[in-house]
């Protein structure tokens, strides 16, 4: 089983809302990622958590906050979003945070639209 | 900083044709990944290469990994419909994956 489960699959919002992203994976992964991907763009690395610990912030705007309650489970919080924020949220994860090969896998993504 | 550039950025060719996606870098990778992707979903593994200079086959398709671990290569056999969608390669480094800028590939029936 590689599945790694997102939701909701699709989520309108104001950019006066709060609402969450939600990331669920039974693979024992260690590595739990989220990434943003804008149209006809490759995905860009938002944060990475190794063993539940926010190990990369890749200068992400503080409207969206990371958690991750537990080693199978990574959620995304968010405030105050703009229009401009409007994109496909990818939640990924890998074996562990060591160096040295890995693989990522992916799940099918939230689509956001700030309005 | 785009690490990893691929080659090309369209391709649009006709069901049967054989075609090479080409994803190059200054840098090294301990690993790289080829993804694909649907529109409005998530990317879905194909391979991962580790070695230098591997090659490994999935069916029609054909990945190699740079004898230096800096570039890879897929090589598709005789195209199919079904193979339509965004390559993604992604080199990976201490847990953070870089993506390359994406070949997407159009086969016409």
């Known amino acids: 089983d590689t599945e790694v489960t997102q939701t909701p699959k699709h989520l309108v919002m104001g950019m006066t809302n709060k609402k969450s992203l939600k990331c669920e994976q039974h693979?024992?992964?260690?590595?739990m990622y989220w990434y943003k991907q804008k149209a006809k763009k490759p995905p860009e690395l938002m944060f990475v958590y190794s063993y539940e610990k926010l190990s990369i912030n890749e200068s992400v705007p503080s409207r969206f906050s990371p958690e991750c309650p537990n080693s199978s489970l990574l959620n995304l919080h968010l405030h105050a979003l703009q229009p401009e924020d409007s994109a496909l949220y990818l939640c990924?994860?890998?074996?562990?945070?060591?160096?040295?090969?890995?693989?990522?896998?992916f799940g099918q993504g939230t689509r956001l639209t700030v309005v | 900083t785009q690490l990893l550039e691929q080659s090309p950025q369209f391709l649009s060719i006709q069901e049967g044709e054989n075609l090479t996606v080409y994803c190059n870098s200054s840098s090294v990778f301990s690993s790289l990944q080829w993804y694909r992707q649907e529109p409005g979903e998530g990317p879905v593994l194909l391979v991962t290469?580790?070695?230098?200079?591997e090659v490994k086959k999935l069916k029609r398709l054909t990945f190699q990994f740079g004898d230096a671990r800096k570039d890879s290569s897929l090589h598709i056999t005789a195209a199919q419909p079904g193979d339509t969608g965004l390559y993604l390669c992604a080199g990976a480094n201490f847990n953070k994956f870089y993506f390359g800028s994406g070949t997407k590939l159009n086969v016409k029936p």
């Open positions: 693979m024992g992964h260690r590595a």
């Open positions: 290469v580790v070695t230098g200079g």
């Open positions: 990924a994860s890998s074996q562990d945070s060591r160096p040295g090969w890995t693989e990522a896998f």
